[in-house]
């Protein structure tokens, strides 16, 4: 390609000036846009989106809105600015300069933090494919698209740094990157919440709420690296996750407006028969995806993360604000631990326990939107609160793997378990219902009857704005 | 001498009984000429407590369900061409040994376990090879160190072509010590890894997947995810296909085995074992035949697993694990046997005459990795040929398999029993090899054609002391006078050394001659290993072996040693 690269990728990292880097993401890129046309967004590589594009980390160059169609979106390649004389801050190397180049003696588990992270990128994509038939406004298939070119940006961010710091292990990493599919039984995506479906919107927000809530969370403790390239990168990623939650929490914030607005208006509790969503059908996704999120943190006691902290490769979140050593060489945790006599409490490394750590603030994170939910359900005088389940509650990975628990906490024989699983998780006739409510509606100004439409449009333009042109 | 006597085992004592409808980790399901092993390692069923298996991971008693399940398809299933070897656990084959267990076990159960676990791949690829029982791994995710190593003793390996599974010896840059259950011989020796590759494979914690895998002969095959099974059954069809075990057929139940353990004694219906504390000894008293050998391999399958041979091979076996693991103070193992040269003789003929018969080939090569453990066990070996002895054939092999031997010369005052004698059989020239691949004689009289040709005209014949002497096959030949005193000497002498110099020894001496896959295993890899094990830079209070999950990082000594 004789394309000029600083125009159609935009970058911050003087792409045009490394031909090594060049030549790898000229062999990458025809291979990420045939997957691009057909693992992302189904049919819609004519439509013209009003899309945000960063063309620079600056605050006016990473927020430019036009409508492009998608193919030709302009993937670019953004680290956060380098802040000068930035030190390692936790783990065994704290306190010495952050490494600009990868660490030989770490390259093996740095590579693996950057294959793990970057294959939930495109698997999002592969997840939402579908959703683009049957969007309940022209604004949420906007943001739907939003999303999806920003999980594209996001993946072309993490082979960048497979790209430029791992050779040519990097380089097959980042293929694999696109042959590995969502939900595909032959090539699976590496984490599980990754491979299921994400087919219905009210799942779409969910998943926008939680899954990328973890990734927030993941990328927080990435952006601590003493890595630098990683550190920048995900700190720049950050920005454009804290959007993905925006639609998500807006969107289930949405649809809790409509089920109260329709509660109130036929003074009903099941809001199915006028075309709404009840609460505790509500209540059930939240538990659902809730609890596969909470698996993606991992084993509560896990040698890898333990390893990742000490060779200051993977921190906690907002390490800086954090009042101890840094260190945690001799620190422990408690954790439980599942005995014959039902829940205890094992003291292990700090160190051991840091998906734990991250996972816990990532708990509290969550519950703050929960809280907006239920002030909105509060103002319609309906008594019903929305929570999350306990963590023990439908988990697969872990401590809990091995038990059954309701979401109140209490502990289950696996006969109860099978009896009750069904008032606490979307049932196959509830998925049907939901899917039944998820008609198009592509007029400008239009919305879906289950959803309430947003307090405001995009970058100031109407609610009833052309966001997406299908010419 | 220190004479402060040993005391009995503290530990709950370890047995290698297992029942296939008693496993814990395994699954051993039968379809046709396929058998299927599938592990599935429950967590919370440590042979031990303080660890959980974790993905796979596997501690001695995952292991003794494999060895039971190894041996009782060669004995109880004679239709069985094939086995498949693979997970239950999705995306995860086995994360090898269980590295907290490790940590935590003694130097000397670390060496124990290995050279377990090691004997039962050997007897994967015994089975194989010998056995017409041929092993398919079927990887259906990560396979990391031991959990590779068991798929290295398989004749072949289909790994899981997902874009994410890998096989991997990551021992080294983990966890500072050797993949060393046959991982770094069999990728050189067995399969043939180009070394720089291999150097590079056993460097890279993650390993490799897919079609590197398989360009660089880590794996035989690669299968999509949802045709593995299919792929792995069509190559263990082809390779039952091959086989020349009978299609149908009435196995050889492996019952229960008749054992008595106490404090004193270890005791089987052939087999008794005294123990002396004080001397820090185990006497190992083996029974002949009391009749003569079945007519036909019909009349042996009748008398079921109680036949002679198999009989002292299972007892033999069972009580050698037993000392290894429970009796680590008793240094010394005395050989003796009671019965008549004749009927053992006879034995070895009906096993070498119908040595086409599927469970007599079973037998003697049972009786052949039997012999191997005592080999490459850590105990001074001592054989004492004695009036009413039957030091002959396979028998025979006990008394060339020791370190020193003694046989009477004359007879006992008092005694009306005759003169012992020793009788070569065929059994002693080739189908009972050590792990060299060379019998105990041609180890012997390493490569002295001449004194070899003259041993093979003994073949058949009675010797006694002073012949025996002559010949070689026995150390020393003191008569009445001397015995008791050269003997007891000899032993106290034994137990007054340092055990460790001792094992290095007798480890050193035992095996001149040329190299195998197996020899390089139990020499070289578990040597270096074992030193590996003492060394700070792995056991240390900073060494990678004991820090393994805390996220601490081990700090080296750089030295090279
Ligand atoms: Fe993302
Ligand atoms: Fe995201």
Redesign the pocket.
């Known amino acids: 390609m004789q394309a000029n690269y600083n125009e159609t990728i935009p970058n911050n990292v003087d792409l045009g000036d490394d031909r090594r880097l060049l030549r790898a993401l000229e062999r990458w890129q025809p291979a990420y846009l045939q997957w691009w046309n057909e693992m992302g967004p189904a049919e819609s590589s004519k439509f013209r989106v009003y899309l945000r594009t960063a063309i620079s980390v600056d605050s006016d160059g990473w927020a430019h809105f036009d409508h492009v169609r998608m193919p030709d979106y302009r993937w670019g390649i953004f680290l956060a600015r380098p802040e000068a004389n930035r030190v390692i801050g936790f783990g065994d190397h704290k306190g010495l300069p952050a490494w600009t180049e990868v660490p030989g003696e770490y390259r093996t588990e740095l590579r693996r933090l950057i294959v793990t992270q970057g294959d939930t990128e495109p698997a999002?994509v592969e997840q939402q494919r579908q959703l683009g038939r049957t969007a309940p406004s022209l604004y949420d298939l906007r943001n739907l698209y939003q999303?999806n070119v920003?999980?594209g940006r996001?993946l072309w961010a993490m082979v960048y740094l497979l790209h430029a710091h791992f050779g040519r292990d990097g380089r097959e990493e980042a293929e694999a990157l696109l042959e590995r599919h969502a939900g595909d039984p032959d090539r699976p995506r590496i984490l599980q919440a990754f491979n299921e479906r994400t087919d219905d919107w009210l799942s779409f927000f969910m998943f926008?709420y939680f899954q990328?809530r973890d990734?927030k969370f993941q990328l927080a403790a990435l952006s601590e690296s003493g890595f630098d390239p990683l550190s920048r990168t995900c700190r720049f990623m950050l920005t454009?996750?804290a959007h993905?939650m925006f639609v998500g929490e807006t969107g289930l914030m949405r649809v809790v407006q409509r089920t109260c607005e329709l509660m109130r208006e036929f003074d009903t509790d099941d809001v199915r028969a006028v075309g709404g969503v009840p609460l505790p059908m509500l209540q059930k996704w939240i538990n659902f995806h809730y609890s596969i999120c909470l698996d993606l943190f991992g084993s509560e006691r896990s040698t890898n993360a333990a390893n990742y902290f000490g060779m200051g490769l993977k921190g906690r979140y907002q390490e800086d604000k954090r009042d101890d050593d840094h260190r945690l060489v001799d620190t422990q945790l408690e954790i439980p631990r599942v005995s014959a006599g039902g829940i205890e409490t094992q003291i292990i490394s700090a160190r051991a326990g840091m998906n734990l750590m991250l996972r816990r603030d990532f708990t509290l994170d969550s519950q703050r939107g929960l809280d907006r939910f239920n002030k909105v359900i509060g103002a319609h005088d309906i008594d019903f609160e929305l929570t999350l389940p306990d963590e023990k509650f439908n988990r697969s990975i872990g401590i809990f793997s091995e038990i059954e628990a309701s979401p109140s906490g209490g502990l289950l024989d696996a006969e109860s378990w099978e009896r009750s699983k069904d008032c606490w998780l979307p049932t196959e006739e509830e998925r049907d219902f939901v899917r039944s409510l998820m008609v198009p509606v592509t007029d400008p100004g239009k919305i879906a009857g289950w959803i309430a439409p947003p307090k405001r449009g995009i970058h100031g333009q109407p609610f009833d704005y052309e966001y997406v042109l299908f010419r | 001498m220190d004479d402060q006597a040993s005391t009995a085992p503290q530990h709950p004592i370890i047995t290698f009984d297992a029942q296939p409808d008693g496993y814990k980790h395994w699954r051993m399901e039968i379809d046709g000429r396929i058998a299927t092993l599938t592990l599935d390692v429950d967590e919370k069923a440590g042979i031990r407590t303080g660890y959980e298996l974790k993905l796979n991971s596997y501690d001695l008693g995952v292991d003794i369900e494999l060895h039971d399940a190894v041996q009782r398809l060669r004995f109880e299933h004679p239709e069985v061409g094939a086995v498949v070897i693979t997970s239950a656990k999705d995306r995860v084959f086995s994360a090898g040994a269980n590295i907290p267990m490790l940590a935590a076990a003694r130097h000397a159960d670390k060496v124990n376990f290995c050279k377990f676990t090691n004997e039962t791949r050997n007897a994967i690829e015994e089975a194989t090879s010998l056995s017409s029982q041929a092993y398919v791994c079927m990887i259906n995710g990560t396979a990391a160190g031991g959990g590779y190593e068991l798929a290295l003793a398989c004749a072949d390996i289909v790994l899981v072509d997902d874009g994410s599974s890998a096989v991997s010896l990551p021992e080294v840059p983990l966890l500072a010590v050797l993949p060393g259950t046959g991982g770094l011989t069999r990728i050189v020796d067995k399969r043939r890894v180009r070394r720089d590759r291999a150097d590079f494979f056993c460097t890279t914690g993650e390993g490799l997947r897919g079609q590197r895998a398989l360009r660089w002969k880590l794996v035989d095959a690669l299968a999509p995810r949802t045709r593995l099974a299919e792929v792995a059954r069509t190559r263990a069809e082809s390779m039952a296909a091959n086989s020349d075990r009978p299609i149908s057929g009435e196995g050889m139940q492996l019952t229960q085995l008749d054992r008595v353990i106490s404090s004193e004694e270890v005791r089987y219906p052939n087999l008794a074992v005294a123990i002396d504390r004080t001397a820090r000894t185990a006497t190992f008293l083996l029974q002949g035949p009391d009749s003569p050998p079945p007519g036909s391999p019909e009349e042996m399958m009748a008398c079921g697993d109680r036949f002679w041979a198999l009989a002292v091979a299972r007892e033999l076996d069972d009580a050698v694990l037993h000392l290894r693991f429970n009796e680590p103070d008793i240094g010394t193992w005395v050989f003796r046997t009671t019965g008549e040269v004749p009927l053992v003789a006879a034995h070895d003929d009906f096993l070498l005459e119908n040595s086409q018969h599927w469970l007599v080939r079973e037998i003697t090569l049972f009786l052949r990795r039997t012999l191997k453990r005592i080999d490459v066990s850590s105990r001074s070996l001592i054989a004492l040929i004695e009036p009413g002895s039957c030091f002959s054939g396979t028998l025979l092999e006990l008394a060339l398999a020791a370190d020193r031997s003694f046989m009477l010369t004359g007879t006992f005052e008092g005694s009306n029993l005759p003169p012992a004698v020793i009788r070569p059989t065929r059994m002693n020239f080739g189908p009972l090899p050590i792990c060299t691949g060379l019998s105990r004689i041609e180890t012997r009289f390493l490569g002295d054609a001449a004194a070899l040709e003259v041993l093979q005209e003994h073949i058949g014949r009675d010797l006694i002391a002073e012949e025996a002497e002559e010949l070689g096959l026995v150390t020393f030949a003191p008569d009445d006078i001397d015995w008791t005193d050269e003997v007891r000497l000899a032993i106290e002498e034994r137990a007054a050394f340092s055990p460790d110099a001792l094992t290095g020894m007798e480890a050193s001496l035992r095996f001149p001659g040329p190299e195998t896959v197996e020899s390089k295993i139990f020499a070289r890899l578990s040597a270096w290993q074992n030193w590996i094990f003492q060394r700070p830079n792995a056991v240390g209070s900073g060494g990678a072996l004991e820090l393994y999950g805390s996220g601490k990082q081990p700090d080296f000594d750089r030295g090279r040693v």
Do not use: I, L, Y
Request: charged share 45%.
């Open positions: 999002s999303v920003e999980e996001h926008t990328d990734g454009e996750e993905h």
